[in-house]
């Protein structure tokens, strides 16, 4: 019998202790008081307002406010949470906070009661359920006022002006119309190509300058495969003989990819070179035709010797071309 009465005495002694224990708690948690407003009652959606908190408590214990991610919300989110300010001031500590609050929904928002924290470990006290009104026209209506009569305007009614003619806005934006027209046609006919006419000469300026380089550069790669060493004699003055091309193009609009050989030779009377320059040229082109075409196999010693004539036509040129060029600035 006793075994049995041990088990609810224990019970009991447990409960008496943890009850003085919480009463003892109690006794000792410091007063505090809790406060809590907004700005207005009445925002505009997607308008903002403030919610100032404050707290104070006695004694030198830290108080904070409920992490605003963790507050319970109806129709309405926090923006913002400013930094907390703690103060001692007359022996107690005060703490205030902001934070910045928005709705996007029409009607009432409302947060639930506050905690505010003691020691960061003990709820201590609450806020009241904060609540305010989302409106979609400047100026709530304010319910508390009491409904009045209809008044009469002054002089009695009062007719409702008569709608301006609006002829004037039609002619402005006829006139606007034609402007912009006339505006569009002089770009689209004069401007335009103008701009694209300047901007093909800056090109071809580029291209001339830098002809000669590119041009070398390239003899240089070729140099480097060996094609004619390994059997390609075909290739060789096929990929010589466009690089010639395109540096007769870039250096003087000579548009010699599209032209055959007598053409070219035509073209290459008008320019600047020397009788001795043009006969290389020659040479070397209907050489290419043959290589190409009829499948001429050219000795080795020949071949070095036409990559030797277009290099010196190429660095001559060139550098002729860069000094007429230098003295016409």
């Given at each position: 019998m006793?075994?049995?009465?041990?088990?609810?005495?224990?019970?009991?002694?447990?409960?008496?202790?943890?009850?003085?224990?919480?009463?003892?708690?109690?006794?000792?948690?410091?007063?505090?008081?809790v406060k809590a407003a907004f700005d207005s009652t009445h925002i505009l959606t997607g308008d903002h307002l403030r919610l100032h908190l404050s707290a104070e408590g006695e004694g030198t214990h830290t108080l904070s406010f409920q992490p605003s991610d963790t507050w319970r919300l109806f129709n309405c989110?926090?923006?913002?949470?400013?930094?907390?300010?703690?103060?001692?001031?007359?022996?107690?500590?005060?703490?205030?906070?902001?934070?910045?609050?928005?709705?996007f929904d029409t009607g009432r928002a409302v947060i639930a009661p506050i905690v505010l924290m003691l020691d960061d470990t003990l709820p201590a006290a609450l806020t009241d359920t904060l609540y305010f009104y989302v409106d979609t026209l400047p100026g709530?209506?304010?319910?508390?006022?009491?409904?009045?009569?209809?008044?009469?305007?002054?002089?009695g009614i009062e007719?409702?002006?008569?709608e301006k003619s609006k002829a004037?806005?039609?002619?402005?934006?006829?006139?606007?119309?034609?402007?912009?027209?006339?505006?569009?046609?002089?770009?689209?006919?004069?401007?335009?190509?103008?701009?694209?006419?300047?901007?093909?000469?800056?090109?071809?300026?580029?291209?001339?300058?830098?002809?000669?380089?590119?041009?070398?550069?390239?003899i240089k790669e070729l140099r480097a495969k060996?094609?004619?060493?390994?059997?390609?004699?075909?290739?060789?003055?096929?990929?010589?003989?466009?690089?010639l091309r395109t540096y007769l193009d870039d250096q003087w609009d000579v548009n010699a990819m599209e032209m055959v050989t007598d053409e070219i030779m035509q073209a290459m009377a008008q320019l600047d070179v020397t009788e001795q320059q043009r006969l290389e040229?020659?040479?070397?082109?209907?050489l290419s035709d043959l290589v190409k075409y009829a499948r001429r196999q050219p000795e080795q010693a020949e071949n070095a010797?036409?990559?030797?004539?277009?290099?010196?036509f190429v660095r001559t040129t060139d550098q002729q071309e860069q000094a007429r060029r230098a003295q016409q600035k």
């Open positions: 006793s075994q049995k009465l041990s088990i609810p005495f224990r019970i009991g002694c447990i409960g008496l202790i943890l009850l003085l224990w919480m009463a003892v708690a109690h006794a000792q948690t410091p007063s505090v008081q989110e926090v923006l913002k949470s400013g930094t907390p300010e703690s103060r001692q001031q007359h022996g107690k500590t005060v703490l205030t906070q902001e934070f910045v609050v928005t709705a709530g209506v304010d319910t508390t006022q009491a409904f009045r009569d209809i008044k009469m305007p002054l002089g007719k409702a002006p008569q004037w806005v039609w002619i402005l934006v006829v006139v606007g119309l034609a402007v912009l027209v006339t505006l569009l046609v002089l770009f689209f006919k004069r401007w335009l190509p103008k701009l694209r006419e300047k901007h093909r000469a800056k090109l071809r300026e580029q291209r001339r300058m830098s002809s000669g380089a590119v041009a070398l550069s390239h060996e094609l004619c060493e390994k059997g390609m004699p075909k290739e060789h003055y096929s990929e010589l003989s466009e690089i040229i020659q040479e070397f082109l209907r010797r036409h990559l030797d004539h277009v290099t010196d």
